[in-house]
């Protein structure tokens, strides 16, 4: 029987960060506790904020579901991840810098050539361009799980355009009006400083050619995308407009926004769509999501694209397990936060110990993302091994497996009353003039007894995630 | 060799047309084996866009032309004095590293003939140049020249099966079989000046480049049974086709799209 850390309680005693919460879960009657629960489900359908998270895919419509009970760090607790959370941050934006340069991790012979440059990822199309500050990607999203008081791992890294950040927000903002005395009683850090700081990572990254206040943009693929209400969310907070491809266009080496008074030229696009639909020309050519020429607009320094295109190379399966190695060869440090062991089926001796195992590893494709095509294997029933078996045997290099972790328990609202659930965290890290963290995260539980799968298609929930001030 | 270029590329629309937006890679390669006298490239009524060198040391540069857009034209000019460096593109500056040519395009993704092309070309080879020119010759046995019978969007693997082609498939299918067995592959646009031996292939060119260790790229053009000498310029590369592409354009509206290249090399007598 495995134990699982539970972030409340030990034993029986309530560990310090979330004594300010037992009171609270205690006096609560069911009654207001329905209440409050309806009340919160009402609050998040009226400001629409129904997409799922990732884009995992499933029923935009769907509400994912919250649950009221707070999940809590203390300062000290969360400056230490903070500090390994930058440090990963900065390690990932200096690999990319480097293999879209002279890529002298792969000379140094620390991460095999054929991993990098024929990682589907790896966009020759901005190899040599060093965008402004040398940042590729400006937002990076780290998944985080819990083992023990002390104990954190890295479960992905999200160089690209991580979401759910408006849950964050919102978590907060909703948890505010239903039980402000708690925030009264319980001194929080806060967390809506994140738009702000957002607007600050994306103006500093401005290109050199602009020489007045940068103009930012989001980039939506448009309404019908399931996480269109966080860029409009996110637009609206920091003030800047949200567009689609199509009211962008490209003349004299710069980017343009068709507005009511005339084109005004675009110098930061934050964008939401994926590498192989930001431009025709240089990407797949029947996307109509884009802007045909901006890569040429790009490259020659008229507009900042963030994250980079090719960000993506860096937060790869087969790449992560190198994060560590990155740490150290770029920043010259230790890694303070650890990676998950991770076996490469594509290794032969790997492979054969996966094989061997599989009833206790959790195993995943390479590419895949959401918590689809995964086993579980302590939770897999004989079929369901043998299957995902033939699957791994027919083709090895797109699986890796890892231990199945002992992911910690928050309280959590429950039918029944309040029981522990496994959550993990992902923290959202901005990388412009300076590192910043904002202090808190989205945290998602998993709502089924026992389950370890977060994700919101498999019966996730999401919580508002407290840093305690000092 | 000095040579003169005069390429005219129009897109005639039979209705007028949204905005044109085009990204054009149509300038010498700079290397040991030419260097570019005079070059001038200009879109008919367009705005020059950004313009910057590419990982691969290609030249890129962005333009477009606002709405109504009847016509496009590209137009060409220029003089190159070549040289013969056997193929070998020495003193070329670029940054991306070879394995990332040994990704597969829908162009030229391998199939089992493909496969099999590479491997028995390959066999007994005494090294990795031998390989190259093995596989070289392979595939100009494989596939005869013979105009109109592919056309742009054909694969290696359908013209292979063919047996016939141009040299845009010569290359594709090189790029492949070289792929098949490990060794980075590469599509390259240019021209060639087609001598008196009254050669029938157009002065717009294509062929390929395979990466060779402890050598580097070289050129090889099976369609003309040889590695690129003085009568070839290079301007760019990519991984098929359509990314090596001089001209890759995108006109919005629905008109239909009538093309016309006309591309006259000569040799400047001294």
Not at chain 1, 149 to 168: A, H, I, K, Q, W
Not at chain 2, 237 to 259: K, M, N, V, W, Y
């Amino acid at each position: 029987m495995t134990e699982y850390f539970n972030e409340m309680f030990d034993g029986g005693r309530v560990r310090q960060p979330y004594s300010g919460l037992d009171g609270w879960m205690r006096e609560m009657p069911a009654e207001l506790r329905a209440m409050k629960q309806a009340e919160a489900e009402a609050l998040f359908r009226r400001i629409g904020i129904t997409f799922a998270v990732y884009g995992e895919g499933g029923d935009p419509d769907r509400l994912i579901p919250f649950d009221m009970f707070p999940r809590v760090f203390t300062q000290s607790e969360w400056r230490k991840l903070e500090r390994g959370i930058k440090q990963r941050a900065r390690a990932l934006n200096a690999f990319l810098l480097d293999v879209y340069g002279r890529g002298e991790i792969v000379r140094a012979g620390r991460i095999p050539a054929r991993l990098v440059y024929q990682n589907e990822a790896y966009e020759r199309a901005v190899s040599g361009f060093i965008p402004p500050r040398g940042i590729y990607s400006h937002i990076v999203g780290i998944d985080l799980v819990r083992t023990g008081p002390d104990e954190f791992y890295v479960l992905e890294d999200n160089c690209r355009t991580p979401s759910g950040v408006s849950y964050m927000l919102e978590n907060r903002e909703i948890m505010m009006r239903m039980f402000p005395q708690l925030f009264r009683e319980n001194r929080i850090e806060p967390v809506d400083g994140y738009p702000d700081a957002l607007r600050r990572t994306l103006a500093s990254v401005a290109p050199a050619k602009c020489d007045r206040e940068p103009t930012i943009a989001i980039l939506t693929p448009g309404h019908f995308n399931s996480a269109y209400y966080e860029h409009s969310f996110l637009a609206d907070l920091m003030g800047v407009e949200l567009v689609e491809g199509a009211d962008l266009f490209v003349e004299g080496g710069f980017c343009w926004m068709r507005t009511t008074e005339g084109p005004k030229k675009v110098d930061v696009i934050y964008r939401r769509i994926d590498d192989a639909f930001i431009d025709p020309l240089c990407f797949r050519p029947d996307s109509m999501l884009g802007v045909p020429g901006l890569m040429d607009v790009y490259r020659s320094g008229g507009v900042t694209i963030c994250s980079a295109p090719g960000a993506g190379v860096a937060d790869d399966k087969a790449i992560y397990t190198f994060v560590p190695e990155m740490v150290r060869f770029y920043l010259g440090e230790e890694p303070l936060l650890e990676n998950v062991p991770t076996w490469q089926c594509a290794k032969p001796d790997d492979l054969k110990y996966v094989l061997d195992h599989l009833p206790e590893l959790v195993v995943k494709e390479v590419h895949g993302s959401g918590g689809y095509g995964m086993l579980v294997g302590p939770k897999a029933t004989k079929e369901q091994i043998e299957t995902f078996r033939i699957k791994i045997q027919d083709n090895p290099v797109n699986y890796i497996a890892q231990p199945t972790l002992a992911l910690s328990t928050t309280p959590t609202f429950v039918e029944e009353g309040v029981a522990p659930r496994h959550v993990d965290l992902r923290p959202y890290c901005l990388v412009g003039e300076k590192v910043e963290l904002v202090p808190g995260g989205l945290t998602r539980v998993a709502l089924t007894e026992g389950s370890l799968v977060v994700n919101s298609s498999q019966g996730g929930g999401v919580k508002d995630t407290w840093v305690l001030a000092e | 060799m000095i040579l003169t270029v005069n390429h005219v590329t129009t897109y005639d629309y039979d209705a007028p047309m949204g905005a044109a937006v085009q990204s054009l890679r149509l300038f010498p390669s700079r290397f040991d084996g030419q260097r570019t006298i005079d070059w001038s490239v200009s879109v008919e009524g367009g705005v020059k866009g950004g313009a910057f060198r590419d990982g691969a040391g290609d030249r890129v540069e962005g333009w477009s032309i606002r709405p109504p857009v009847e016509a496009v034209t590209v137009t060409v000019t220029g003089q190159v004095e070549t040289f013969d460096t056997s193929g070998v593109l020495r003193g070329h500056r670029e940054l991306v590293h070879p394995m990332a040519y040994l990704r597969e395009t829908v162009a030229t993704w391998i199939d089992d003939a493909l496969q099999e092309l590479g491997e028995s070309a390959v066999e007994g080879a005494s090294d990795m140049l031998d390989r190259a020119h093995r596989l070289s010759s392979a595939v100009a046995e494989a596939i005869a020249y013979k105009p109109g019978v592919t056309h742009t969007h054909t694969t290696a693997a359908e013209a292979l099966t063919q047996g016939e082609g141009v040299c845009q498939d010569h290359a594709h299918a090189l790029i492949a079989a070289a792929r098949a067995v490990d060794m980075p592959a590469r599509y390259v646009s240019g021209y060639l000046f087609a001598t008196e031996d009254g050669a029938p292939h157009e002065a717009a060119h294509a062929w390929a480049e395979i990466w060779v260790e402890g050598i580097g790229w070289i050129g090889f053009d099976p369609a003309n049974a040889c590695c690129p000498d003085e009568r070839y310029i290079r301007l760019g590369s990519g991984l098929d086709a359509r990314e090596a592409a001089p001209i890759r354009g995108i006109t919005q509206g629905a008109g239909e799209e009538r093309l016309d290249v006309t591309v006259a090399l000569e040799q400047l007598q001294q």
